[in-house]
Protein backbone atom coordinates (compact mmCIF):
# COMPACT_ATOMS: atom_id res chain seq x y z
CA UNK A 1 0.00 0.00 0.00
CA UNK A 2 1.62 3.27 -1.30
CA UNK A 3 1.67 6.15 0.60
CA UNK A 4 -1.07 8.17 -0.98
CA UNK A 5 -3.88 5.22 -0.52
CA UNK A 6 -2.91 5.14 2.58
CA UNK A 7 -4.06 8.65 3.83
CA UNK A 8 -7.33 8.46 1.88
CA UNK A 9 -6.42 11.31 -0.41
CA UNK A 10 -7.87 9.37 -3.38
CA UNK A 11 -11.81 10.23 -1.88
CA UNK A 12 -14.00 13.01 -1.94
CA UNK A 13 -14.27 14.21 1.47
CA UNK A 14 -18.38 13.62 1.77
CA UNK A 15 -19.47 16.56 4.02
CA UNK A 16 -23.63 15.49 3.12
CA UNK A 17 -24.12 15.51 6.81
CA UNK A 18 -23.86 18.88 6.80
CA UNK A 19 -27.40 19.46 4.88
CA UNK A 20 -28.90 17.40 6.94
CA UNK A 21 -30.32 19.57 9.52
CA UNK A 22 -33.17 20.65 11.41
CA UNK A 23 -34.51 23.85 10.95
CA UNK A 24 -31.36 25.94 11.32
CA UNK A 25 -31.11 29.61 12.38
CA UNK A 26 -32.44 29.11 15.98
CA UNK A 27 -31.63 31.89 18.62
CA UNK A 28 -32.93 30.29 21.55
CA UNK A 29 -32.80 33.58 24.33
CA UNK A 30 -32.15 32.87 28.22
CA UNK A 31 -34.88 34.61 30.32
CA UNK A 32 -34.92 35.79 33.81
CA UNK A 33 -34.11 32.06 35.19
CA UNK A 34 -31.52 31.36 32.90
CA UNK A 35 -32.04 29.08 29.75
CA UNK A 36 -34.55 26.91 30.44
CA UNK A 37 -36.31 23.94 28.71
CA UNK A 38 -39.42 26.82 28.10
CA UNK A 39 -37.06 29.19 26.42
CA UNK A 40 -36.17 26.90 23.70
CA UNK A 41 -39.44 25.63 22.53
CA UNK A 42 -38.94 27.45 19.33
CA UNK A 43 -39.79 26.89 15.92
CA UNK A 44 -40.71 23.23 15.23
CA UNK A 45 -38.32 22.25 17.92
CA UNK A 46 -41.89 23.01 19.74
CA UNK A 47 -43.97 20.86 18.30
CA UNK A 48 -44.44 17.55 19.77
CA UNK A 49 -46.50 15.29 17.67
CA UNK A 50 -49.88 14.04 18.44
CA UNK A 51 -48.54 10.43 17.34
CA UNK A 52 -45.20 9.84 17.65
CA UNK A 53 -43.43 7.19 14.88
CA UNK A 54 -39.69 7.66 16.42
CA UNK A 55 -38.51 4.19 17.50
CA UNK A 56 -34.66 4.88 16.79
CA UNK A 57 -34.41 7.07 20.03
CA UNK A 58 -34.36 10.11 17.75
CA UNK A 59 -33.75 13.78 19.45
CA UNK A 60 -37.34 15.88 18.49
CA UNK A 61 -36.63 17.86 15.87
CA UNK A 62 -33.19 16.01 14.37
CA UNK A 63 -33.42 14.80 10.98
CA UNK A 64 -34.73 11.15 10.64
CA UNK A 65 -31.75 8.70 9.71
CA UNK A 66 -33.21 6.49 6.70
CA UNK A 67 -33.20 3.02 7.40
CA UNK A 68 -31.99 3.33 11.33
CA UNK A 69 -33.16 -0.36 13.41
CA UNK A 70 -35.75 0.77 16.43
CA UNK A 71 -33.86 0.73 19.32
CA UNK A 72 -36.95 1.45 21.95
CA UNK A 73 -40.06 -0.34 22.81
CA UNK A 74 -41.86 2.75 23.23
CA UNK A 75 -45.42 1.58 23.60
CA UNK A 76 -46.24 5.60 24.76
CA UNK A 77 -46.77 6.56 21.47
CA UNK A 78 -49.53 9.07 22.12
CA UNK A 79 -49.11 12.30 22.95
CA UNK A 80 -52.51 12.62 25.39
CA UNK A 81 -51.16 9.31 26.85
CA UNK A 82 -48.71 11.27 28.81
CA UNK A 83 -48.96 15.13 27.93
CA UNK A 84 -49.28 17.75 30.35
CA UNK A 85 -49.16 21.39 30.14
CA UNK A 86 -46.31 22.47 31.90
CA UNK A 87 -43.78 19.95 32.03
CA UNK A 88 -40.36 22.45 31.18
CA UNK A 89 -41.95 24.32 33.99
CA UNK A 90 -42.16 21.41 36.50
CA UNK A 91 -38.64 20.07 35.23
CA UNK A 92 -36.73 23.31 35.71
CA UNK A 93 -37.87 23.51 38.96
CA UNK A 94 -37.10 20.24 39.93
CA UNK A 95 -33.43 20.59 39.29
CA UNK A 96 -33.40 24.17 40.47
CA UNK A 97 -34.94 23.03 44.00
CA UNK A 98 -32.97 20.06 44.70
CA UNK A 99 -31.16 19.06 47.78
CA UNK A 100 -28.77 16.91 50.06
CA UNK A 101 -30.13 14.43 52.17
CA UNK A 102 -26.17 14.42 53.79
CA UNK A 103 -25.96 18.39 54.12
CA UNK A 104 -28.84 20.18 54.02
CA UNK A 105 -30.18 18.52 57.43
CA UNK A 106 -29.35 19.44 60.56
CA UNK A 107 -28.06 16.16 61.69
CA UNK A 108 -26.56 17.39 64.88
CA UNK A 109 -29.83 18.75 66.18
CA UNK A 110 -31.11 14.84 66.69
CA UNK A 111 -31.30 13.88 70.16
CA UNK A 112 -31.81 11.14 72.05
CA UNK A 113 -35.98 10.44 72.06
CA UNK A 114 -37.68 8.35 74.48
CA UNK A 115 -37.79 4.36 73.09
CA UNK A 116 -41.73 3.94 72.62
CA UNK A 117 -40.99 7.53 70.12
CA UNK A 118 -38.20 6.15 68.77
CA UNK A 119 -39.87 3.40 67.26
CA UNK A 120 -42.64 5.01 65.89
CA UNK A 121 -40.06 6.98 64.17
CA UNK A 122 -38.15 4.19 63.46
CA UNK A 123 -41.46 2.57 61.97
CA UNK A 124 -42.62 5.39 59.64
CA UNK A 125 -39.30 5.46 58.43
CA UNK A 126 -39.59 2.25 57.49
CA UNK A 127 -42.74 2.20 56.00
CA UNK A 128 -41.46 5.38 53.88
CA UNK A 129 -38.38 3.76 52.48
CA UNK A 130 -40.37 0.84 51.32
CA UNK A 131 -42.59 3.52 50.09
CA UNK A 132 -40.42 5.52 48.24
CA UNK A 133 -38.94 2.08 46.70
CA UNK A 134 -42.26 2.00 44.64
CA UNK A 135 -42.42 5.68 43.49
CA UNK A 136 -39.14 5.62 42.73
CA UNK A 137 -39.44 1.96 40.29
CA UNK A 138 -42.78 2.99 38.68
CA UNK A 139 -41.81 6.05 36.87
CA UNK A 140 -38.39 4.80 35.81
CA UNK A 141 -39.98 2.01 34.00
CA UNK A 142 -42.68 4.48 32.29
CA UNK A 143 -39.85 6.25 31.00
CA UNK A 144 -38.28 3.16 28.97
CA UNK A 145 -41.35 3.02 27.28
CA UNK A 146 -41.88 6.62 26.24
CA UNK A 147 -41.33 8.06 22.95
CA UNK A 148 -38.30 10.48 23.27
CA UNK A 149 -40.34 12.71 21.10
CA UNK A 150 -42.54 13.37 24.58
CA UNK A 151 -38.47 14.49 26.05
CA UNK A 152 -40.62 17.15 28.71
CA UNK A 153 -42.92 14.53 30.04
CA UNK A 154 -39.75 11.98 30.19
CA UNK A 155 -37.54 14.57 32.12
CA UNK A 156 -40.01 14.85 34.78
CA UNK A 157 -40.22 11.74 35.79
CA UNK A 158 -36.43 11.05 35.78
CA UNK A 159 -36.45 14.12 38.07
CA UNK A 160 -39.03 12.18 39.76
CA UNK A 161 -37.02 9.22 40.25
CA UNK A 162 -33.88 11.12 41.71
CA UNK A 163 -36.16 13.12 44.24
CA UNK A 164 -37.80 9.04 45.17
CA UNK A 165 -34.19 8.08 45.60
CA UNK A 166 -33.55 10.90 48.25
CA UNK A 167 -36.58 10.18 49.77
CA UNK A 168 -35.13 6.60 50.08
CA UNK A 169 -31.95 7.29 51.63
CA UNK A 170 -32.80 10.41 53.69
CA UNK A 171 -35.49 8.00 55.58
CA UNK A 172 -33.12 4.95 56.05
CA UNK A 173 -30.42 7.47 57.25
CA UNK A 174 -33.00 8.70 59.85
CA UNK A 175 -34.00 5.55 61.16
CA UNK A 176 -30.24 4.66 61.93
CA UNK A 177 -28.82 8.06 62.86
CA UNK A 178 -30.29 7.89 66.74
CA UNK A 179 -30.15 4.36 68.13
CA UNK A 180 -32.90 2.61 66.91
CA UNK A 181 -32.64 1.28 63.18
CA UNK A 182 -35.01 -0.36 60.37
CA UNK A 183 -38.38 -1.69 61.75
CA UNK A 184 -40.17 -4.85 60.30
CA UNK A 185 -41.25 -3.86 56.68
CA UNK A 186 -45.40 -3.00 56.58
CA UNK A 187 -45.66 -4.76 53.42
CA UNK A 188 -46.67 -1.98 51.31
CA UNK A 189 -45.20 -2.89 48.67
CA UNK A 190 -48.17 -5.32 48.02
CA UNK A 191 -51.73 -4.06 48.09
CA UNK A 192 -52.29 -0.77 46.35
CA UNK A 193 -49.41 -0.06 46.38
CA UNK A 194 -47.47 -2.46 44.71
CA UNK A 195 -50.96 -2.26 42.38
CA UNK A 196 -49.13 0.88 41.00
CA UNK A 197 -46.56 -0.95 39.08
CA UNK A 198 -49.68 -3.11 37.71
CA UNK A 199 -50.81 -0.35 35.48
CA UNK A 200 -50.65 -1.34 31.87
CA UNK A 201 -51.56 2.49 31.07
CA UNK A 202 -48.91 5.63 31.92
CA UNK A 203 -52.48 7.33 32.45
CA UNK A 204 -53.63 4.22 34.84
CA UNK A 205 -50.46 4.07 36.77
CA UNK A 206 -49.92 8.27 36.80
CA UNK A 207 -54.03 8.01 38.53
CA UNK A 208 -52.88 5.95 41.21
CA UNK A 209 -49.36 7.22 41.71
CA UNK A 210 -49.80 10.96 41.47
CA UNK A 211 -52.63 11.91 42.36
CA UNK A 212 -53.93 9.47 44.86
CA UNK A 213 -50.55 7.56 46.40
CA UNK A 214 -48.42 10.91 46.41
CA UNK A 215 -51.12 12.98 46.98
CA UNK A 216 -51.70 11.03 50.17
CA UNK A 217 -48.20 10.62 51.18
CA UNK A 218 -47.59 14.44 50.69
CA UNK A 219 -50.64 14.85 53.64
CA UNK A 220 -48.17 12.25 55.94
CA UNK A 221 -45.10 14.21 54.37
CA UNK A 222 -46.68 17.41 56.27
CA UNK A 223 -47.91 15.77 59.15
CA UNK A 224 -44.48 14.67 60.10
CA UNK A 225 -43.08 18.26 60.12
CA UNK A 226 -45.96 19.03 62.71
CA UNK A 227 -44.80 15.66 64.81
CA UNK A 228 -40.86 16.04 64.86
CA UNK A 229 -39.12 16.35 67.80
CA UNK A 230 -35.99 18.29 66.67
CA UNK A 231 -34.81 20.90 63.40
CA UNK A 232 -33.54 17.72 61.37
CA UNK A 233 -36.76 15.82 61.04
CA UNK A 234 -38.84 19.44 60.62
CA UNK A 235 -36.20 19.50 57.35
CA UNK A 236 -36.48 15.92 56.14
CA UNK A 237 -40.28 16.14 56.41
CA UNK A 238 -40.87 19.63 54.60
CA UNK A 239 -38.08 19.00 51.92
CA UNK A 240 -40.12 15.44 51.04
CA UNK A 241 -43.37 17.32 51.25
CA UNK A 242 -41.94 20.06 48.67
CA UNK A 243 -40.39 17.49 46.37
CA UNK A 244 -43.94 15.33 46.65
CA UNK A 245 -46.30 18.07 46.01
CA UNK A 246 -44.60 19.02 42.59
CA UNK A 247 -45.26 14.64 41.78
CA UNK A 248 -48.74 16.00 42.45
CA UNK A 249 -48.60 18.45 40.36
CA UNK A 250 -47.39 16.17 37.26
CA UNK A 251 -50.72 13.57 38.24
CA UNK A 252 -53.04 16.53 38.48
CA UNK A 253 -51.51 18.44 35.31
CA UNK A 254 -51.75 15.18 33.00
CA UNK A 255 -55.11 14.73 34.15
CA UNK A 256 -56.39 17.71 33.25
CA UNK A 257 -54.67 17.86 29.69
CA UNK A 258 -56.60 14.02 29.18
CA UNK A 259 -59.68 15.93 30.77
CA UNK A 260 -59.71 18.38 27.90
CA UNK A 261 -58.17 16.18 25.25
CA UNK A 262 -59.37 12.86 25.47
CA UNK A 263 -62.79 12.64 26.30
CA UNK A 264 -63.20 9.17 25.10
CA UNK A 265 -60.79 7.80 27.79
CA UNK A 266 -62.98 9.35 30.58
CA UNK A 267 -64.61 6.61 31.70
CA UNK A 268 -61.41 4.50 32.30
CA UNK A 269 -60.48 7.49 34.08
CA UNK A 270 -63.16 7.92 36.56
CA UNK A 271 -62.60 3.96 36.82
CA UNK A 272 -59.23 4.20 37.81
CA UNK A 273 -60.35 6.94 40.61
CA UNK A 274 -63.11 4.32 41.63
CA UNK A 275 -60.38 1.85 42.49
CA UNK A 276 -58.12 4.42 44.07
CA UNK A 277 -60.38 5.80 46.26
CA UNK A 278 -61.22 2.15 47.42
CA UNK A 279 -57.99 1.25 47.58
CA UNK A 280 -55.17 3.93 49.06
CA UNK A 281 -57.85 5.78 50.79
CA UNK A 282 -59.67 3.46 52.58
CA UNK A 283 -58.30 2.11 55.72
CA UNK A 284 -56.18 -0.68 55.04
CA UNK A 285 -53.64 0.61 52.30
CA UNK A 286 -53.79 4.25 53.87
CA UNK A 287 -50.66 5.02 56.58
CA UNK A 288 -52.69 7.37 58.24
CA UNK A 289 -56.19 4.98 58.42
CA UNK A 290 -56.84 3.15 61.25
CA UNK A 291 -55.46 0.43 63.32
CA UNK A 292 -51.82 -0.47 61.42
CA UNK A 293 -48.59 -0.39 61.98
CA UNK A 294 -48.36 3.21 60.52
CA UNK A 295 -51.14 4.94 61.89
CA UNK A 296 -50.35 3.59 65.09
CA UNK A 297 -46.89 4.75 64.89
CA UNK A 298 -48.04 8.21 63.67
CA UNK A 299 -50.79 8.34 66.78
CA UNK A 300 -47.61 7.96 69.14
CA UNK A 301 -45.94 10.53 67.33
CA UNK A 302 -48.25 13.13 67.34
CA UNK A 303 -49.49 12.64 71.17
CA UNK A 304 -46.16 12.59 72.35
CA UNK A 305 -45.77 8.83 73.44
CA UNK A 306 -47.54 5.58 74.13
CA UNK A 307 -49.40 7.32 77.14
CA UNK A 308 -50.79 9.86 75.16
CA UNK A 309 -52.36 7.73 71.94
CA UNK A 310 -55.54 8.22 71.93
CA UNK A 311 -54.54 11.96 71.34
CA UNK A 312 -52.14 11.73 68.61
CA UNK A 313 -55.19 9.37 67.14
CA UNK A 314 -57.71 12.46 67.11
CA UNK A 315 -55.09 14.40 65.83
CA UNK A 316 -54.18 12.39 63.10
CA UNK A 317 -58.39 11.90 62.40
CA UNK A 318 -58.29 15.24 61.81
CA UNK A 319 -55.19 15.85 59.51
CA UNK A 320 -56.80 12.31 57.44
CA UNK A 321 -60.09 14.21 56.65
CA UNK A 322 -58.01 17.31 55.81
CA UNK A 323 -56.25 14.42 53.63
CA UNK A 324 -59.40 13.50 51.98
CA UNK A 325 -60.32 17.02 51.44
CA UNK A 326 -57.18 17.77 49.09
CA UNK A 327 -57.42 14.83 47.06
CA UNK A 328 -61.39 15.21 46.11
CA UNK A 329 -60.06 19.34 45.48
CA UNK A 330 -57.47 17.84 43.18
CA UNK A 331 -59.29 15.67 41.86
CA UNK A 332 -61.78 18.45 40.91
CA UNK A 333 -59.04 20.65 39.85
CA UNK A 334 -58.44 17.82 37.36
CA UNK A 335 -61.11 18.21 36.26
CA UNK A 336 -63.01 14.98 37.46
CA UNK A 337 -65.20 16.78 40.10
CA UNK A 338 -68.12 15.67 39.05
CA UNK A 339 -67.74 12.03 40.23
CA UNK A 340 -68.25 14.12 44.02
CA UNK A 341 -71.36 15.49 42.62
CA UNK A 342 -73.29 12.67 40.92
CA UNK A 343 -72.81 9.70 43.60
CA UNK A 344 -70.51 8.00 42.00
CA UNK A 345 -67.57 8.82 44.94
CA UNK A 346 -67.75 7.00 47.58
CA UNK A 347 -65.44 9.91 49.02
CA UNK A 348 -68.32 11.60 51.28
CA UNK A 349 -69.02 8.57 53.01
CA UNK A 350 -65.07 8.01 53.75
CA UNK A 351 -65.46 10.97 55.41
CA UNK A 352 -68.26 10.26 57.25
CA UNK A 353 -66.44 7.77 58.86
CA UNK A 354 -63.23 9.20 59.40
CA UNK A 355 -65.31 11.74 61.37
CA UNK A 356 -67.11 8.84 63.41
CA UNK B 1 -24.98 44.80 63.31
CA UNK B 2 -27.32 47.82 62.11
CA UNK B 3 -30.52 46.26 61.43
CA UNK B 4 -33.01 47.44 59.37
CA UNK B 5 -36.17 48.80 61.75
CA UNK B 6 -39.66 47.97 60.80
CA UNK B 7 -43.58 47.90 61.95
CA UNK B 8 -45.35 44.84 61.72
CA UNK B 9 -47.01 44.23 59.32
CA UNK B 10 -46.12 47.20 56.88
CA UNK B 11 -45.21 46.81 53.08
CA UNK B 12 -41.80 48.69 54.55
CA UNK B 13 -41.38 45.19 57.18
CA UNK B 14 -42.21 43.11 53.83
CA UNK B 15 -39.62 44.86 51.94
CA UNK B 16 -36.99 44.56 54.33
CA UNK B 17 -37.43 40.99 54.58
CA UNK B 18 -37.55 40.94 51.00
CA UNK B 19 -34.10 42.65 50.86
CA UNK B 20 -32.57 40.17 52.96
CA UNK B 21 -34.30 37.06 50.90
CA UNK B 22 -33.04 38.58 47.58
CA UNK B 23 -29.62 39.12 48.29
CA UNK B 24 -28.84 35.68 50.39
CA UNK B 25 -27.66 32.90 47.76
CA UNK B 26 -28.07 30.75 50.98
CA UNK B 27 -31.83 30.99 50.80
CA UNK B 28 -31.83 30.07 47.18
CA UNK B 29 -30.41 26.78 47.46
CA UNK B 30 -31.31 23.51 50.07
CA UNK B 31 -34.32 22.38 48.40
CA UNK B 32 -35.30 26.03 48.32
CA UNK B 33 -34.63 27.75 44.37
CA UNK B 34 -36.72 29.07 41.55
CA UNK B 35 -40.31 29.67 43.08
CA UNK B 36 -43.32 31.57 41.26
CA UNK B 37 -46.48 31.95 43.12
CA UNK B 38 -48.33 34.99 44.72
CA UNK B 39 -48.86 34.53 48.27
CA UNK B 40 -51.36 36.67 50.35
CA UNK B 41 -50.61 37.83 53.77
CA UNK B 42 -53.52 38.22 56.13
CA UNK B 43 -52.87 39.79 59.49
CA UNK B 44 -56.00 40.30 61.48
CA UNK B 45 -57.93 42.41 58.86
CA UNK B 46 -54.31 43.57 56.68
CA UNK B 47 -53.80 42.15 53.76
CA UNK B 48 -50.48 42.17 51.44
CA UNK B 49 -49.43 40.35 48.54
CA UNK B 50 -46.19 39.03 47.99
CA UNK B 51 -45.00 37.67 44.56
CA UNK B 52 -42.15 35.48 44.31
CA UNK B 53 -40.84 35.19 40.43
CA UNK B 54 -38.04 32.87 39.69
CA UNK B 55 -35.37 33.24 42.85
CA UNK B 56 -36.78 36.61 44.55
CA UNK B 57 -39.38 37.97 45.71
CA UNK B 58 -40.04 40.84 43.67
CA UNK B 59 -42.85 43.06 45.08
CA UNK B 60 -44.72 43.36 48.42
CA UNK B 61 -48.28 45.24 48.69
CA UNK B 62 -50.93 46.23 51.00
CA UNK B 63 -54.21 44.68 48.72
CA UNK B 64 -57.79 44.93 49.65
CA UNK B 65 -59.82 41.83 50.31
CA UNK B 66 -60.72 41.41 46.48
CA UNK B 67 -57.11 41.42 45.54
CA UNK B 68 -57.54 37.57 47.35
CA UNK B 69 -58.51 36.56 44.46
CA UNK B 70 -54.94 36.72 42.65
CA UNK B 71 -53.08 35.08 44.93
CA UNK B 72 -52.51 31.28 44.79
CA UNK B 73 -53.04 30.86 48.67
CA UNK B 74 -52.72 33.03 51.30
CA UNK B 75 -51.22 32.86 55.20
CA UNK B 76 -54.29 34.12 57.96
CA UNK B 77 -53.69 34.74 61.27
CA UNK B 78 -54.15 36.83 64.04
CA UNK B 79 -51.74 39.90 64.98
CA UNK B 80 -50.49 38.20 68.11
CA UNK B 81 -50.17 34.91 66.32
CA UNK B 82 -48.38 36.45 63.70
CA UNK B 83 -46.02 38.00 66.78
CA UNK B 84 -45.93 34.96 67.94
CA UNK B 85 -44.34 33.49 65.16
CA UNK B 86 -41.91 36.28 65.06
CA UNK B 87 -40.67 36.19 68.07
CA UNK B 88 -39.72 32.83 67.71
CA UNK B 89 -38.08 33.80 64.60
CA UNK B 90 -36.21 36.86 66.35
CA UNK B 91 -34.88 34.46 69.19
CA UNK B 92 -33.85 31.53 67.64
CA UNK B 93 -33.01 33.30 64.34
CA UNK B 94 -35.44 30.61 62.37
CA UNK B 95 -38.79 29.01 63.10
CA UNK B 96 -38.30 26.31 65.70
CA UNK B 97 -41.18 23.59 67.14
CA UNK B 98 -44.40 24.70 66.57
CA UNK B 99 -43.65 27.80 64.80
CA UNK B 100 -42.61 26.51 61.29
CA UNK B 101 -45.30 27.32 58.57
CA UNK B 102 -46.47 23.91 57.79
CA UNK B 103 -46.42 23.27 61.46
CA UNK B 104 -49.06 25.89 62.26
CA UNK B 105 -51.09 24.79 59.34
CA UNK B 106 -51.65 21.66 60.33
CA UNK B 107 -51.62 22.12 64.43
CA UNK B 108 -54.16 25.23 64.37
CA UNK B 109 -57.99 24.41 63.53
CA UNK B 110 -58.20 26.96 61.15
CA UNK B 111 -55.27 26.41 59.32
CA UNK B 112 -53.07 28.95 58.16
CA UNK B 113 -52.85 28.36 54.45
CA UNK B 114 -56.08 29.56 52.74
CA UNK B 115 -57.49 30.50 49.17
CA UNK B 116 -60.33 32.13 47.57
CA UNK B 117 -60.52 29.70 44.83
CA UNK B 118 -60.86 26.61 46.13
CA UNK B 119 -58.26 25.45 43.34
CA UNK B 120 -56.15 23.03 45.14
CA UNK B 121 -53.06 22.97 42.48
CA UNK B 122 -53.03 26.07 43.62
CA UNK B 123 -53.14 25.87 46.83
CA UNK B 124 -50.83 23.08 46.86
CA UNK B 125 -48.15 25.87 45.78
CA UNK B 126 -47.59 26.13 49.63
CA UNK B 127 -46.68 22.69 49.92
CA UNK B 128 -44.47 22.61 46.79
CA UNK B 129 -42.76 26.38 47.71
CA UNK B 130 -42.46 25.85 51.54
CA UNK B 131 -38.70 25.88 52.01
CA UNK B 132 -38.32 29.12 50.03
CA UNK B 133 -41.94 30.71 52.06
CA UNK B 134 -39.79 29.32 55.11
CA UNK B 135 -36.34 30.93 54.23
CA UNK B 136 -38.47 34.14 53.64
CA UNK B 137 -40.16 34.28 57.06
CA UNK B 138 -36.72 33.36 58.79
CA UNK B 139 -35.33 36.14 57.24
CA UNK B 140 -36.97 38.28 59.75
CA UNK B 141 -34.81 37.66 62.38
CA UNK B 142 -32.22 39.91 60.79
CA UNK B 143 -34.15 43.28 60.85
CA UNK B 144 -35.48 44.53 63.83
CA UNK B 145 -39.14 43.96 63.41
CA UNK B 146 -41.58 46.35 66.06
CA UNK B 147 -45.29 45.98 66.54
Known amino acids: MDQETHNGAEFDLDLGWM ?41 RGAVPRPGSMPIGNYTVRTKSEIWL ?17 ATDIPWDTIEPLPDDVEQAQCQMATFLTE ?35 RHMDVFRKRALANGGGLMRATGATAGFVGGIDLARDFTEMSSRLHLSGEGAVLTIFRMGELMAYNDAEKAIYRLCAQDEARHVAFGVM ?103 | MNRFLAKFPSVAWFDAVRDVYNKDDA ?38 KSKLDDCDFYLHMTAKDWRSMLQNIQEHGHATDNFTLNTLDLGRVEGLSASTHNDQYREDLFFRYNQTLQFFFDGSARIKTTF
Open chain 1, 19 to 59: EKQGEWGTHAEPSKNGLTLADIQVGSYAEAPEESRNLSGRP
Open chain 1, 85 to 101: ENASFLYEEALQRQWSS
Open chain 1, 131 to 165: VEFVAGDVPSRWVSKTSPDFYEARNVLMAQVMDES
Open chain 1, 254 to 356: HMRYMAANAPERREEIESYLDEAEAGMLTDAANPAGQLNQTSESLSIMLGGGRKYFDEGFRKLVSIRKRQLQEYQKRVTSAGFGDRFKNGRSRLGQMMANVAN
Open chain 2, 27 to 64: MHGAGSGTCNCVVGVQVGRELFQLTFEGFECSRAEKIT
